[in-house]
């Protein structure tokens, strides 16, 4: 079964700093799809980003950037310039091919004015 | 474009009334649905998803069930409730469409008293 780890429950940084969430996962698979969401106090899920696991450049959008290490089973998420509103919970998800997605447990993050 | 919206938005029932949350999909045809579940503090478990009319798969045993009576529309549903099904209740759906990134729509909050 696929699994996906997330080891830090909580992270705060300053705001206009960087800061890394981490991620693992586990599958026997090869083709795949890898997502970040975020959850603000809202509790609406908003996708943030994707990587495909066949591309091998590291996926961008704006402020957010992947480091995706498919050997390592690894996909952190970097959020450059950190600002007030990215203060969410941040969840990392897993999908093979066209299917459902398997979360893991989140990051609480916090940004400090 | 594609919308997906889910109501009611908040639901307070006392333990053994009925549920129905429903959730519908504008702008694509033949999505994959979904209803997940998010307990307080914990990240979110798959309960359904359907490829289609009629097509209902659970991933866990437990007090509710869902119906697809259209292509567009996922309800979720119990005869009747327990304490344990409060939650954080999102549809969601990918396809085709959407490059099989699954959106979510605005999630229902279940109090069961």
């Known amino acids: 079964a696929q699994t996906v780890t997330q080891s830090q429950p909580e992270m705060s940084v300053q705001e206009a700093e960087t800061v890394t969430l981490s991620c693992t996962y586990d599958?026997?698979?090869?083709?795949?799809?890898l997502f970040w969401y975020k959850q603000p106090p809202s509790r609406q899920m908003i996708l943030v980003i994707r990587?495909?696991?066949?591309?091998?450049q590291n996926a961008t959008e704006n402020r957010f950037s992947v480091n995706f290490q498919k050997a390592a089973k690894s996909f952190s998420l970097k959020i450059s310039d950190s600002q007030l509103g990215d203060a969410a919970m941040y969840f990392c998800?897993?999908?093979?091919?066209?299917?459902?997605?398997?979360f893991g447990t989140g990051t609480r993050l916090t940004i400090i004015p | 474009s594609q919308t997906i919206h889910q109501w009611p938005a908040t639901l307070v029932q006392p333990v053994g009334s009925p549920l129905s949350l429903e959730c519908t999909v504008e702008g694509t045809s033949n999505p994959n649905l979904y209803w997940y579940r998010q307990a307080a503090g914990r990240g979110l478990q798959l309960l359904f998803y359907?490829?289609?009319?009629?097509?209902i798969s659970s991933e866990v045993p437990q007090n509710l069930s869902a119906s697809r009576p259209q292509d567009r529309q996922f309800i979720l549903s119990s005869k009747k409730l327990l304490l344990s099904d409060s939650g954080f209740y999102l549809c969601?759906?990918?396809?085709?469409?959407?490059?099989?990134?699954?959106?979510f729509g605005e999630g229902s909050w279940l109090t069961v008293v």
């Open positions: 599958t026997s698979e090869s083709d795949y799809y």
């Open positions: 969601a759906w990918n396809g085709a469409a959407a490059g099989n990134t699954i959106y």
């Open positions: 359907s490829v289609g009319i009629g097509q």
């Open positions: 990587q495909e696991a066949y591309k091998q």
């Open positions: 998800a897993y999908q093979p091919g066209g299917e459902k997605l398997t």
